[in-house]
């Protein structure tokens, strides 16, 4: 009964393969995010979609790639991926402004 | 640039001391306050959440105080213990259609409670 699950929790690639990362919240929130975490720990917005639409594009290569089929699911598949994309990507939920989020566990995305 | 500035960038606090952990605001259109906790291999998980209107929060042993003519404001730990040792991130939000909704994050603190 996890809220907010993300698959696979660890992803280790060489440069230049193509990724995906699945995630699905069973809260009945209708906005979903993409953060990233680096290796000092910042968390960084990457984009959020409201009932599929999107809502935020932060500036992330055009690599990256986050697609909604239904409010429920948000998945990001990233291109050619860089030693520079390793970080641990999250996926969070919220019902509306003003209400925290509720995170996922995390992808460890390692690229060699 | 960053919007919000987390201080400590560490802290150390012996069992049963107080732990504070400060944050700053550049952007006065934000209206909505929360503190995350995160252990290490899991998510951030909201802790507590504070809005401009009031000047202090308290749930357990967990106190924010804000002070928005300073555009400051700060988690307060009572009685800390080895568990709570874990990364804080204060981070703030605006109204949806000034900034899409996005919580902006701080630098985090990395809290270590002795026993």
């Known amino acids: 009964d996890t809220a907010v699950s993300q698959t696979p929790k660890y992803l280790v690639t060489q440069m230049g393969n193509d990724k995906s990362i699945k995630c699905e919240q069973n809260?009945?929130?209708?906005?979903m995010y993409w953060y990233k975490q680096d290796s000092k720990k910042f968390l960084k917005i990457m984009f959020s979609?409201?009932?599929?639409?999107?809502?935020i594009n932060e500036t992330v290569p055009n690599r990256f790639s986050p697609k909604s089929p239904d409010k429920a699911h948000l998945n990001l598949h990233i291109n050619s991926l860089e030693l520079g994309d390793s970080a641990v990507y999250f996926c969070?939920?919220?019902?509306?402004?003003?209400?925290?989020?509720?995170f996922g566990s995390g992808t460890r995305l390692t690229v060699v | 640039q960053q919007q919000v500035k987390q201080s400590p960038q560490s802290l150390i606090v012996q069992k049963g001391g107080i732990s504070i952990i400060n944050c700053a605001y550049e952007?006065?259109?934000?209206?909505?306050f929360p503190w995350y906790q995160q252990f290490p291999g899991k998510g951030p998980a909201l802790l507590i959440a504070?809005?401009?209107?009031?000047s202090e929060k308290k749930e357990g042993r967990f106190t924010i105080s804000f002070n928005k003519s300073a555009k400051q404001f700060s988690l307060h730990i009572m009685d800390s213990q080895p568990g709570d040792s874990a990364t804080y991130f204060c981070?703030?939000?605006?109204?949806?259609?000034?900034?899409?909704?996005?919580?902006?994050f701080g630098t985090g603190t990395r809290l270590a409670v002795r026993p």
């Open positions: 969070a939920s919220s019902p509306r402004t003003g209400v925290g989020y509720t």
């Open positions: 809260l009945g929130h209708d906005t």
């Open positions: 979609y409201n009932n599929k639409e999107l809502i």
């Open positions: 952007n006065t259109a934000f209206d909505y």
């Open positions: 504070i809005r401009p209107d009031v």
């Open positions: 981070a703030a939000q605006g109204q949806k259609k000034s900034s899409g909704d996005k919580l902006t």
